[in-house]
Nanobody
Framework: QVQLVESGGGLVQAGGSLRLSCAAS????????MGWFRQAPGKEREFVATISWSGGRTYYTDSVKGRFTISRDNAKNTVYLQMSSLKPEDTAAYYCVADRTYSSSRTSTSMYEYWGQGTQVTVSS
């Protein structure tokens, strides 16, 4: 069982930056691939990024490549999403996810077993 708690969301102007954090419970954090999804009002939840167990492999959706960076600190049981050059279209609730399997093709919500409650990111124009 893994519990995920996100933090770091907020209101930021376009072009600004935010760093989201996701703290995971349990002693097997390094056994889980981690990721982030987001859901804007009236839209389906969409994949943002994923990172492998050791952090050596990452994968991003095209719309955030070059602007977002996913990383993890296994000693702190925490995964991060550094977001830069934010755009109004990045406005969404951001969810941290975990699953034992890593693959760059794992971009569907059904592929992740554990979910956090979400943190809101609002980018003003």
């Amino acid at each position: 069982q893994v519990q995920l708690v996100e933090s770091g969301g907020g209101l930021v102007q376009a072009g600004g930056s935010l760093r989201l954090s996701c703290a995971a419970s349990g002693r097997t954090f390094s056994s889980y691939a981690m990721g982030w999804f987001r859901q804007a009002p009236g839209k389906e939840r969409e994949f943002v990024a994923t990172i492998s167990w050791s952090g050596g492999r990452t994968y991003y959706t095209d719309s955030v490549k070059g602007r977002f960076t996913i990383s993890r600190d296994n000693a702190k049981n925490t995964v991060y999403l550094q977001m830069s050059s934010l755009k109004p279209e990045d406005t969404a609730a951001y969810y941290c996810v975990a699953d034992r399997t890593y693959s760059s093709s794992r971009t569907s919500t059904s592929m992740y077993e554990y979910w956090g409650q979400g943190t809101q990111v609002t980018v003003s124009s």
